[in-house]
């Protein structure tokens, strides 16, 4: 347990590092100290590293459109809204293009919080499916006719925008606690696919929200007398650029980007494990195919329906990574194993199950010697054979030894051998595998992995049972 808890930290502990400390420390020791900057800074820095950021917002909306992508037009839509308005407030500062105004006050602390209720909108499926690409375009346009009219009438006509909210006040409290929930939304959806996925731009997503977040206090607490008031807008702009720079490396990538919509399925961990687990598990998993290709297909079923049940059990993030390695990897010791054991055309005799018996040790010991693979993945490899009752192999392991990730891949491995034909027995049926599994129920297998797999079987049968048309249904 303690294993598993060091392995799920570890990206957590990334994140608090990169993504709280640094913004959180600057301001809290540095967010009051006066400051001497001019108004050329201001207008220089924001007004025109946001226009430039406006543009690239609006091209990362136009690919989004041709792709058909909602995710990445949802994206694109609420930072054209956030860079349009950082736009606004930065050409809006008193003194270069015009004197004292409100635009530049309403539209530094509306910034964040209308670019997070944006981005929370990805909580909704409908937008981000295919035939919400139209709605979420109009959106855009009339959230942008709205900043340009807000900004071209209030820079005209000073008076015409109060300056609102005022610094600490009682709506500047209601905007940054309204504001704080759409990034908290946000930073766990981040936070969840990083978890999963462990690359270098999900974790880019998650500092980025949390440096958008950071800059919420000082956007609605401070003056631009003090210090935190200028780092809040570098952490905005910054916060921008990381998020936006990922999603476009994804758009680049042609790979949905699931970062802050927070829909990555464990599942497709295994479908895609080159891109969300790297290449030596890409590279091991071709190994296994080319030595015998009906025992990698076995791996990637049992892999599949391991992380689906885990998923079920309502496992983290970090373990269903880990367990979506180690499902497919679980027999990687076979490589090990002779072909003419392994491929024998009939049932093994003794020594020859002997011989099999000894891969999950060499699995691990392969595993070890590659380096890289968490303690979680190795000890899935080494017990995916042991029993609830201590009589599995290759070491006897059984009740508290097994974890529950263990015990997951121990019934789904089971079931896909079970329903799988071999050379010297036909393939089980659904219902005598099940039966199998529950009658085992206590000595063998977990009560409740065994309960999750026919769940995770019974959507699945669903999925694939033929619908009966309406019309034949209706004269029936």
């Known amino acids: 347990m303690r294993l598993l808890l060091y392995d799920k930290f570890i990206p957590i502990l990334a994140f608090v590092g990169?993504?709280?400390?640094?913004?959180?420390?600057?301001?809290?020791?540095?967010?009051?100290?006066?400051?001497?900057?001019?108004?050329?800074?201001?207008?220089?820095?924001?007004?025109?590293s946001a226009v430039a950021a406006s543009v690239a917002a609006l091209a990362l909306t136009y690919v989004g459109v041709r792709r058909a992508d909602g995710r990445v037009v949802l994206v694109g839509t609420a930072f054209t809204v956030m860079a349009s308005l950082l736009a606004i407030h930065g050409l809006a500062t008193p003194g270069v293009l015009i004197g004292p105004n409100g635009?530049?006050?309403?539209?530094?602390?509306?910034?964040?919080?209308?670019?997070?209720?944006?981005?929370?909108?990805?909580?909704?499926?409908?937008?981000?499916?295919?035939?919400?690409?139209?709605?979420?375009?109009?959106?855009?346009?009339?959230?942008?006719?709205?900043?340009?009219?807000?900004?071209?009438?209030?820079?005209?006509?000073?008076?015409?925008?109060?300056a609102v909210p005022e610094p600490a006040s009682t709506p500047a409290f209601v905007a940054l606690g309204l504001g704080a929930f759409f990034y908290a939304v946000l930073v766990l959806r981040a936070l969840k696919t990083y978890l999963l996925t462990r690359r270098a731009t999900d974790l880019a997503v998650v500092v980025g929200v949390a440096w958008l977040t950071a800059a919420l206090p000082p956007a609605l607490l401070f003056t631009y007398l003090d210090?935190?008031?200028?780092?809040?807008?570098?952490?905005?702009?910054?916060?921008?650029?990381?998020?936006?720079?990922?999603?476009?490396?994804?758009?680049?990538?042609y790979a949905p980007s699931h970062s802050l919509v927070g829909d990555l399925r464990a599942a497709e961990l295994v479908a895609e494990e080159e891109a969300f687990l790297g290449t030596?598990?890409?590279?091991?998993?071709?190994?296994?195919?080319?030595?015998?290709?009906?025992?990698?297909?076995?791996?990637r079923r049992v892999a599949l329906r391991a992380v689906q049940v885990g998923e079920a059990l309502g496992l983290a993030p970090g373990r269903l990574r880990a367990l979506a390695i180690g499902g497919l990897l679980h027999d990687v010791g076979k490589?090990?194993?002779?072909?003419?054991?392994?491929?024998?055309?009939?049932?093994?005799?003794?020594?020859?199950?002997?011989?099999?018996?000894?891969?999950?040790?060499?699995?691990?010991?392969?595993?070890?010697?590659l380096g890289g693979f968490t303690?979680?993945?190795?000890?899935?490899?080494?017990?995916?054979?042991?029993?609830l009752d201590g009589g599995?192999?290759?070491?006897?392991?059984?009740?508290?030894?097994?974890?529950?990730?263990?015990?997951?891949?121990?019934?789904?491995?089971?079931?896909?051998?079970?329903?799988?034909?071999?050379?010297?027995?036909?393939?089980?049926?659904?219902?005598?595998?099940?039966?199998?599994?529950?009658?085992?129920?206590?000595?063998?297998?977990?009560?409740?992995?065994?309960?999750?797999?026919?769940?995770?079987?019974?959507?699945?049968?669903?999925?694939?049972?033929?619908?009966?048309?309406?019309?034949?249904?209706?004269?029936?």
């Not at 002997?354 to 392969?366: M, S, T, Y």
């Not at 000890?379 to 029993?387: F, G, I």
């Not at 050379?423 to 992995?449: K, M, N, P």
């Open 392 to 476: 599995g192999y290759p070491r006897g392991r059984g009740g508290a030894e097994l974890e529950l990730d263990t015990r997951i891949l121990t019934v789904c491995d089971v079931y896909d051998a079970l329903v799988s034909p071999r050379v010297y027995r036909a393939a089980w049926s659904h219902d005598q595998a099940l039966h199998l599994l529950r009658s085992e129920i206590g000595t063998a297998f977990d009560a409740r992995c065994v309960s999750a797999l026919e769940r995770v079987l019974e959507r699945e049968h669903e999925r694939d049972r033929p619908l009966v048309p309406r019309v034949a249904a209706a004269t029936a």
């Open 335 to 369: 490589l090990s194993v002779p072909e003419r054991i392994l491929k024998k055309p009939g049932a093994l005799d003794a020594d020859e199950l002997a011989v099999v018996q000894r891969h999950p040790e060499w699995g691990v010991k392969l595993l070890r010697e």
């Open 18 to 48: 990169f993504g709280a400390v640094l913004p959180g420390a600057s301001l809290h020791f540095l967010g009051h100290d006066p400051a001497q900057f001019g108004t050329d800074v201001h207008f220089i820095g924001v007004g025109v």
């Open 103 to 162: 635009v530049i006050a309403l539209t530094g602390a509306a910034t964040l919080p209308v670019g997070g209720a944006v981005l929370a909108l990805s909580a909704l499926p409908g937008l981000r499916r295919p035939r919400a690409i139209g709605a979420l375009v109009v959106l855009q346009v009339v959230l942008l006719l709205g900043i340009v009219g807000l900004g071209v009438a209030g820079m005209t006509i000073p008076s015409l925008v109060p």
């Open 375 to 387: 303690a979680s993945v190795r000890e899935l490899v080494h017990n995916h054979h042991e029993r």
């Open 280 to 299: 030596r598990v890409r590279a091991l998993t071709r190994r296994l195919a080319e030595k015998d290709e009906s025992t990698e297909e076995h791996t």
């Open 227 to 253: 210090l935190g008031w200028w780092l809040g807008h570098l952490f905005e702009l910054a916060g921008i650029v990381l998020v936006g720079g990922a999603v476009a490396l994804d758009v680049y990538r």
